[in-house]
């Protein structure tokens, strides 16, 4: 089973049908990460798209709520 290492905790990911592309979370910390490449087989953080943030904000009514939480 192909393995590599979690760029975020260094822990030892393997998996047993990488294909490029490919998202998962880290075993250990369980942060996201792509599979880069397969052979060798090789993970990062995922690619984030922009845009995807841009419709994000402007469906959610309530930013303004849950800015002032983060006071207390
Ligand atoms: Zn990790």
Do not use: A
């Amino acid at each position: 089973m192909p393995k590599t290492y979690c760029p975020e905790c260094d822990s030892v990911v393997s998996l047993e049908n990488p294909r490029e592309g490919m998202l998962f979370p880290c075993p250990d910390c369980g942060i996201e990460l792509e599979v880069i490449s397969v052979d060798p087989f090789d993970v990062y953080f995922p690619y984030e798209e922009e845009d995807d943030w841009d419709d994000d904000w402007d469906d959610d009514e309530d930013d303004d709520d849950d800015w002032e939480d983060e006071d207390e």
